[in-house]
């Protein structure tokens, strides 16, 4: 199974090392989506936004779990992209990211101001100001969370 050379154990070319999946993982991660992450996902970002709605459960959970996704995420990316062209253009790769979060994101601030409105909640300005230019953590760091979606 594995012979010696040098001060090194080296597989023998007859042997297979693989894992029993690594053929399907090796094709699921050269394909440009990942489906069996997006409910993971959606469970992280559902624990965040029923957090800052008042809910009492773990909201740094779901920012962690966010965090490794996330992670994950972007590495595959930016490999998948030195792969094919033998250098992570960061730019490209940042223009990329702008073009796919700020409209979802400016999309989910349009709708929870609609919603507090609505539903005549106290709506603290200066905190979705924070928000809409990404300044919510010095915002909080300075002012405390007063835990209002934002």
């Given at each position: ?10 597989p ?12 399907r ?36 959970l ?37 073009l ?36 919510s ?14």
């Open positions: 199974m594995f012979r010696a050379t040098g001060l090194t154990m080296q023998s070319p007859s042997t297979d090392l693989r894992l029993p999946h690594y053929d993982l090796k094709q699921s991660l050269s394909g440009s989506h990942l489906p069996a992450l997006d409910g993971l996902r959606a469970v992280a970002v559902s624990l965040v936004i029923l957090y800052h709605s008042g809910w009492m459960i773990p909201g740094g779901g920012v962690l779990i966010f965090f490794v996704l996330s992670g994950f995420l972007i590495t595959w990316l930016m490999l998948k992209e030195a792969d094919r062209f033998g250098a992570v253009s960061l730019k490209q790769f940042y223009i990329r990211r702008s796919r979060i700020f409209p979802a994101f400016y999309v989910f601030v349009a709708l929870g101001l609609s919603a507090l409105l609505f539903f005549h909640k106290h709506i603290v300005w200066p905190q979705v100001l924070a928000a809409l230019t990404y300044w953590n010095y915002f909080q760091a300075t002012h405390g969370d007063p835990n209002t979606l934002f």
